[in-house]
């Protein structure tokens, strides 16, 4: 699996946008960027994922560069309940196998 | 509420025991993975079964034991417990062997005393 980067830790105010950026440098062609968050303590939330294209669900947004080394999770309007850890992987689809989690980044959306 | 229930939520034991977590999938999903997660290690991956087979193995300790039954629901056994093996274990499931949109439990939080 391509090695990610996250920040450790971001803030947002409620109400606006929160933006968590992820560094995927050394992804392959067939590897999809795969987003979850954990609240915590509680079990892993898938998000969203896509490989090239920029997609959208009812929880976020997900823009990913067209040399695909980099994306962003996008919150549209953050809420308190979204505080939690935001894990960026990076896998090929049905390849098999487990989810490695990294670090993530820790999320604190404030009053 | 992702479909994946694990029993017991909770559960303290002294050392040198053994437990055993359970883990019911979602209806439908074939494949179970099971995860320790402690505070100084995150998430740890330690085995996936796949419609009964073992399909992948992680960092998992020779004391711990995981199985699938013919109702695709799993069991991970943890034995001669230590002081180290307090964690939060949690199951996933997902449709196919290899899914990476896997759904979690809420899993069961491990005291060894």
């Known amino acids: 699996d391509a090695k990610t980067t996250q920040p450790t830790s971001m803030d947002c105010a409620e109400g606006r946008a929160a933006n968590l950026p992820c560094n995927h440098s050394?992804?392959?062609?067939?590897?999809?960027v795969y987003w979850y968050r954990q609240i915590h303590s509680q079990g892993p939330q898938y998000i969203i994922h896509?490989?090239?294209n920029n997609e959208t669900n009812e929880m976020a947004s997900l823009i990913i560069t067209e040399d695909r080394k980099s994306s962003t999770l996008i919150l549209p309007h953050a809420t308190l309940r979204d505080t939690a850890v935001y894990y960026c992987?990076?896998?090929?689809?049905?390849?098999?196998?487990?989810?490695?989690f990294g670090g993530g980044t820790r999320l604190m959306v404030k009053p | 509420d992702s479909g994946v229930t694990q029993t017991p939520k909770h559960l303290i034991t002294a050392t040198g025991q053994r437990v055993t977590l359970r883990c019911s999938p979602r209806?439908?999903?074939?494949?179970v993975y099971w995860y320790q997660q402690s505070l100084d290690q995150g998430l740890q991956f330690l085995i996936q079964?796949?419609?009964?087979?073992?399909?992948a193995k992680g960092n998992i300790l020779e004391r711990f034991s995981a199985q699938q039954f013919p109702d695709l629901h799993s069991e991970l056994n943890l034995s001669s417990l230590e002081l180290g093996d307090s964690a939060l274990y949690f199951c996933?499931?997902?449709?196919?062997?290899?899914?990476?949109?896997?759904?979690f439990g809420q899993g069961t939080r491990l005291t060894v005393v």
């Open positions: 996933a499931s997902s449709v196919g062997a290899g899914n990476t949109e896997a759904f």
């Open positions: 050394t992804i392959s062609g067939n590897e999809y």
């Open positions: 896509g490989l090239k």
């Open positions: 992987i990076v896998r090929i689809y049905n390849a098999g196998n487990m989810l490695t």
């Open positions: 209806s439908g999903d074939l494949s």
């Open positions: 079964y796949y419609n009964g087979e073992e399909r």
